[in-house]
């Protein structure tokens, strides 16, 4: 199927810093990524879409200078927490969706990365 | 707007019975997908099925299946013969265009 990995698996970093997590579709190109939120034992939280060549588009509510997308590359998408406070200590999913490498992926499908917890301390 | 609800927090069932896990959703659109997603202990986010709105046919996926109402917005999941590895957090999500909705997710206990 659709691999999508996240790295780093999990991350503590120190209040202020910047911490950087990747999402890569492995198989297939995606066009579209999508970043989540998820508190624990909640429903996931749609941040931002960022679709590939063209800036995020963010979710009302969500911080663009705090939560940096990038979408470099087909295969890539990066999400870049600024200046990070406590308070941003959450569990970060990516998922993707997109067109055909070798097989046919039903459009409207989105494949997820494993997830990266971030503690910021 | 659109909205999913998922009116069960929490459900059990005994191993190798039968549980249905309830969602509403709320759109006007005639074309649409809706998506039944499990979140395990691992939190990796899994397909468990899709249904696509202008089939009336139930989609059904091994021991997966669902009971999808178009005129009452009502899509539920049966699980059949439980097993311990259903064990998740299980989501109903509804998409348009580029988004998913999720509920605000099921959380599945399976009792041996």
């Known amino acids: 199927g659709a691999v999508v990995s996240q790295h780093p698996s999990w991350v503590i970093c120190k209040s202020g810093t910047s911490v950087k997590i990747e999402c890569r579709s492995l198989?297939?190109?995606?066009?579209?990524m999508f970043w989540y939120r998820q508190f624990p034992k909640q429903s996931l939280m749609l941040m931002a879409t960022?679709?590939?060549?063209?800036?995020?588009?963010?979710e009302q509510g969500v911080e663009k200078d705090k939560f940096l997308i990038n979408h470099a590359s087909l295969t890539l998408s990066t999400l870049t927490v600024t200046s990070a406070h406590p308070e941003d200590s959450s569990f970060y999913i990516c998922?993707?969706?997109?067109?055909?490498?070798?097989?046919?992926?039903?459009?409207?499908?989105?494949?997820f990365g494993p997830g990266t917890r971030l503690t910021v301390t | 707007a659109q909205t999913v609800t998922q009116s069960q927090p929490e459900m059990s069932v005994q191993e190798a019975e039968t549980v249905t896990l309830s969602c509403t959703y709320d759109?006007?659109?005639?074309?649409?997908?809706l998506f039944w997603y499990k979140q395990p202990p691992s939190r990796q986010m899994i397909l468990v099925i899709r249904?696509?709105?202008?089939?009336?046919q139930n989609a059904t996926e091994n021991r997966f299946s669902v009971n999808f109402q178009k005129a009452a917005k009502s899509f539920s999941l049966k699980i059949s013969d439980s097993q311990l590895g259903d064990a998740a957090m299980y989501f109903c999500a509804y998409i348009r265009g580029n988004k998913l909705v999720f509920g605000a997710g099921t959380i599945l206990r399976v009792k041996s």
């Open positions: 249904q696509e709105a202008y089939k009336q």
């Open positions: 198989d297939f190109q995606a066009t579209t």
């Open positions: 960022s679709n590939e060549g063209s800036k995020a588009t963010y």
């Open positions: 759109t006007s659109e005639s074309d649409y997908y």
């Open positions: 998922s993707a969706r997109g067109g055909t490498s070798g097989r046919a992926l039903n459009f409207y499908e989105q494949y």
